[in-house]
């Protein structure tokens, strides 16, 4: 209702800043209504001199410079124009993306591959963890109700493990190696 409100309000002071109904096309030169021939664009930010981006106090409105007949010939005529171009830039962008994302696939399980052989005993445990206990439940810490993550206080017994939310489970290994 509010946005609603907020919208005919940036319209109708839209229309009083134009001094009318009618704007003329920036291309094929007639004079149209606005509401139905061209695209109208709600700016609630704006830059400041400062370079940040800040909120306008009220929403403007502003008209597209082409009436939407215009634009969509504009459209179709570059999409006639550079298919072939775009369609290769696109090809090799997206072959690009999916190289970098098998490299860094690969990366990721050569060193998963790693600590599994570098901590043996820790990774049986997770792998049985995981089994008996599929799914997450709350930080065992008093008062706190985030999701936990298994913590494992004795590797040799991977059944047993506590539950801990990530910012007590990173402080109990802070803790333990302290202690060590």
């Known amino acids: 209702?509010?946005?609603?409100?907020?919208?005919?309000?940036?319209?109708?002071?839209?229309?009083?800043?134009?001094?009318?109904?009618?704007?003329?096309?920036?291309?094929?030169?007639?004079?149209?209504?606005?509401?139905?021939?061209?695209?109208?664009?709600?700016?609630?930010?704006?830059?400041?001199?400062?370079?940040?981006?800040?909120?306008?106090?009220?929403?403007?409105?502003?008209?597209?410079?082409?009436?939407?007949?215009?634009?969509?010939?504009?459209?179709?005529?570059?999409?006639?124009?550079?298919?072939?171009?775009?369609?290769?830039?696109?090809?090799?962008?997206f072959q690009k993306l999916l190289d970098r994302k098998a490299a860094d696939a690969s990366i990721q399980a050569n060193a998963v591959k790693r600590w599994r052989e570098k901590f043996p005993e820790k990774a049986a445990a997770h792998c049985v963890a995981n089994r008996v206990h599929p799914t997450a439940m709350p930080c065992s810490i008093e008062g706190c109700t985030n999701l936990g993550e298994r913590h494992h206080p004795d590797y040799k017994k991977p059944k047993d493990i506590v539950w801990l939310c990530r910012k007590h489970h990173k402080a109990e290994h802070v803790r333990l190696k302290r202690c060590q």
């Open 1 to 93: 209702m509010e946005t609603d409100q907020a919208r005919t309000i940036a319209f109708q002071s839209f229309l009083a800043r134009r001094g009318g109904l009618l704007k003329t096309c920036g291309r094929c030169g007639q004079s149209k209504r606005i509401r139905d021939n061209f695209g109208l664009k709600i700016k609630k930010f704006y830059t400041g001199r400062d370079g940040t981006r800040k909120e306008r106090p009220t929403p403007c409105v502003e008209a597209d410079a082409y009436c939407n007949t215009c634009n969509s010939k504009r459209r179709s005529e570059y999409a006639l124009r550079a298919p072939a171009e775009v369609t290769a830039r696109q090809q090799t962008n």
